[in-house]
């Protein structure tokens, strides 16, 4: 992965089966990486901070759970726009 533009910025999300959750941000070979690391608990039940992963991409497939994690940002995410559309005002003047 190599960068070209000045203000490349990554976020990597990794997935171990014990350990506590991590971040780590930092300055690599001129590209701005922030790792999320989670366990595969952790990832049961989402929430919104999990919406940065939204059009996300995997590198490396383990088994079906980085498809299974996907597939439920997808489905929070649609959950939230459901509840955030604009309500339509009856503004008869």
């Known amino acids: 992965m190599q960068p070209t533009g000045r203000n490349c910025h990554y ?3 990794a997935v171990r089966e014990i350990g506590k959750i991590k971040r780590d ?11 999320f690391i989670y366990t595969n608990e952790d990832i049961l039940n989402i929430n919104n901070s ?6 996300a991409i995997v590198l ?20 939230t726009q459901q509840h955030s559309q604009p309500r339509k005002l009856n503004c008869d003047i």
């Open 50 to 55: 999990f919406l940065r992963l939204l059009s």
């Open 25 to 35: 941000a930092r300055l690599w070979n001129g590209a701005y990486l922030d790792i």
């Open 60 to 79: 490396q497939k383990c088994d079906r759970t980085e498809n299974l994690l996907l597939a439920k940002v997808e489905a929070l995410y649609a959950s």
């Open 11 to 13: 976020q990597l999300v």
